[in-house]
Nanobody, 117 residues
Framework: QVQLVESGGGLVQPGGSLRLSCAASARIFGLNFMGWYRQAPGKQRELVASIPSGGDTNYAESVKDRFVISRDNAKNSVYLQMNSLKPENTAVYYC???????????WGKGTQVTVSS
């Protein structure tokens, strides 16, 4: 069982930046995706960005050119650099690891991001 622990959320003013981090408790083997989802109050959870173990990154249209996802396989970690934040980016952000073989999904408990003046 892999546990994911997120950090880096908080309160930021519009136009500001935050960097989210997620560390897995164990090495992730096999083809996999690491990613970030978010859920705003009253809305469904949605994909923000994902990065595969090999291949191109994928972003929600609304965050392209502002958010950057990266991973460090040696540290079993994934990061989300969020720039030019907007109030509508306010949500709980969840780290996700999806292992293709066995279609296994792991989720973190989430970290709150609030964008407000």
């Amino acid at each position: 069982q892999v546990q994911l622990v997120e950090s880096g959320g908080g309160l930021v003013q519009p136009g500001g930046s935050l960097r989210l981090s997620c560390a897995a408790s164990a090495r992730i083997f096999g083809l996999n995706f690491m990613g970030w989802y978010r859920q705003a109050p009253g809305k469904q959870r949605e994909l923000v960005a994902s990065i595969p173990s090999g291949g191109d990154t994928n972003y929600a249209e609304s965050v392209k050119d502002r958010f950057v996802i990266s991973r460090d396989n040696a540290k079993n970690s994934v990061y989300l650099q969020m720039n030019s934040l907007k109030p509508e980016n306010t949500a709980v952000y969840y780290c996700n690891v999806f292992i293709i073989a066995g279609t296994i999904n792991y989720w973190g408990k989430g970290t709150q991001v609030t964008v407000s003046s």
